[in-house]
């Protein structure tokens, strides 16, 4: 049962929080739980929706924390001082110049770029997943990045977990705020609630600012994708020391 409810404690552990810091929030409406019997109830589908929609307000050593709680799925085992996301990205799955200048076509040209894998098997099923995602919330980030992803994960719509990465070099309004342009987009396909936040987590480690405009200086899918794996290198190592 995937989605069985969760207690406090069970919630504190999950997110890697202090169980007074989990009641303090809970009981002023900050988290996603109701009270049943006097005992706070958190449901599991709507935990991976909170933790998807707060992950890039989390610092770096919660990111780690995180990380490691969420590498024990039995469906997608994590090793964590291992090659999360990069792992997922085939160059195939790249494109540093998506034909694309609205919001709707970017996530359109995204699931094509993610059938271009041959991994894909429900392109269509793909994008209604992630088109309600951003109806929902919108998944980009105050660095010009954005990851759509859909709201639950997929195990059917694709052979493999993946990731694709592309670039609307203008940028687009993509929902980060009325002014700000996003020009990186990272659309999200796993499995398993548990290794999809694992990657959440380590993206969230990987693009900082500057290496965000350190990807996009780069011209070709090739160094793109040395680019993130250098910096995805730099991290693991970081969070080993």
Request: aromatic share 6%; with cysteine.
């Amino acid at each position: 049962m995937p989605y069985r409810s969760m207690s406090l404690e069970e919630f504190a552990r999950h997110v890697c929080m202090d169980v007074r810091d989990v009641r303090r929030l809970a009981e002023r409406g900050k988290l996603p739980g109701n009270k049943v019997g006097g005992q706070w109830r958190f449901n599991r589908a709507k935990v991976t929706e909170w933790l998807q929609q707060e992950m890039h307000k989390l610092d770096e050593p919660r990111l780690i924390a995180l990380e490691g709680s969420m590498g024990g799925s039995v469906a997608e085992p994590v090793d964590e001082s291992g090659m999360i996301v990069t792992d997922l990205i085939g160059l195939d799955g790249i494109d540093i110049a998506l034909p694309a200048r609205t919001k709707a076509s970017v996530l359109r040209e995204l699931v094509r770029l993610a059938a271009r894998t041959g991994l894909l098997y429900d392109a269509d099923g793909l994008l209604e997943a992630v088109q309600q995602r951003e109806e929902l919330f919108s998944t980009a980030l105050p660095n010009g990045v954005a990851i759509p992803h859909p709201r639950q994960p997929m195990p059917y719509v694709s052979a493999e977990p993946l990731i694709c990465v592309a670039f609307v070099p203008g940028g687009i309004g993509f929902g980060a705020s009325s002014t700000e342009l996003t020009r990186a987009f990272f659309l999200i396909c796993c499995h398993d609630d548990h290794y999809h936040l694992c990657v959440l987590a380590r993206l969230m480690r990987i693009l900082s600012e500057d290496t965000v405009e350190q990807l996009l200086q780069t011209t070709t899918r090739e160094q793109l994708l040395e680019a993130l794996i250098v910096r995805e290198k730099e991290v693991v190592r970081r969070a080993k020391k």
